[in-house]
């Protein structure tokens, strides 16, 4: 069962965990914020900018959307900030509305197409497409070293690990501005640290998360993954260091079983076909922090 462990599994094993570690990196600082909906805010605004991508390259390829998505994304992203520091709106007011319109927006420009005619997969969007990342030359632990076999790895793979070690790297960077701005605004103001331009990082950061893992993974693992680590990693500490590595294991460790349950249970307990690698992995972050719930004294 595991003698094609590279050529099916490797790959999107290592996309899931390295997206879910992405999206757990900022969503330690959309939990101790209060900003939770991002999330979902992000997950949803990328569709006019996949619709518009279709308007000007007519395909709907995984490079095009990727780049779509982004731009949407990061024109929500500041579209937030904006609304908090000149409407005096709290951060979930200001989501929900650029939630609702940029949604809005992409649903309309649908229906003002060629009669409708852009085809979005839903169930893509939706679970992803870890399943298909196969890696076809993906022979033993040998090819991750051999420059040919590495040649037909899934860009998927590339663009996760890079998200991951981007948004790692701009954490350790801006360290203090995020700590002391996300604890105490007021120190942050006499410090001289532009408030809003620290949340409006955070935002982009959560916007990089979510769309360099949208084509592989789903918005499901996105979303879940925002939230459901950090949130775990917080009901047992109240230190911020401490949390994040909790959480990054959390992450990690529902990525890791819930694609090797999604695989390989229902084929080892004689079933035909496989689950949702991506409805797994949701599923066990919220198990753990359920049972983070339970066992925390706290």
């Not at 679970?127 to 993906?138: A, F, K, P, R, T």
């Not at 954490?171 to 002391?180: D, K, N, Y």
């Amino acid at each position: 069962m595991f003698d094609d462990f590279f050529l099916i599994s490797f790959v999107p094993l290592m996309t899931g965990i390295f997206s879910a570690l992405s999206c757990t990196l900022v969503g330690n600082f959309l939990i101790l914020r209060k900003q939770a909906m991002l999330s979902d805010t992000i997950s949803h605004v990328v569709l006019p900018g996949i619709v518009i991508s279709y308007y000007f390259f007519g395909s709907l390829g995984s490079n095009v959307m990727l780049f779509g998505a982004l731009g949407a994304g990061l024109v929500a992203a500041f579209t937030i900030s904006f609304l908090q520091s000149q409407t005096k709106m709290d951060s979930s007011a200001a989501m929900a509305i650029t939630l609702s319109v940029f949604f809005a927006a992409g649903v309309l420009m649908i229906e003002l197409s060629a009669g409708g005619n852009i085809h979005l997969d839903v169930e893509h969007a939706l679970y992803g497409n870890l399943e298909s990342l196969i890696w076809i030359d993906g022979n033993d632990f040998a090819s991750i070293f051999d420059p040919i076999a590495r040649q037909s790895i899934p860009i998927e793979l590339f663009r996760s690990l890079a998200g991951f070690l981007v948004i790692l790297l701009l954490i350790i960077i801006f360290w203090r501005p995020l700590v002391v701005t996300t604890f105490d605004e007021t120190f942050a103001q006499v410090s001289g640290i532009f408030i809003s331009l620290v949340s409006g990082g955070i935002a982009v950061a959560a916007t990089i998360a979510a769309i360099v893992s949208f084509d592989a993974v789903g918005s499901i693992i996105v979303v879940a993954m925002f939230i459901c680590p950090p949130a775990a990693a917080r009901v047992l500490t109240d230190k911020l260091f401490p949390q994040m590595v909790l959480s990054l294991i959390f992450a990690a460790l529902a990525a890791t079983l819930g694609y090797s349950i999604a695989g390989y249970l229902p084929i080892a307990l004689g079933f035909d076909t496989s689950i949702s690698a991506a409805g797994t992995i949701a599923t066990l972050s919220g198990l753990i922090l359920a049972i983070a719930m339970i066992s925390s004294k706290r």
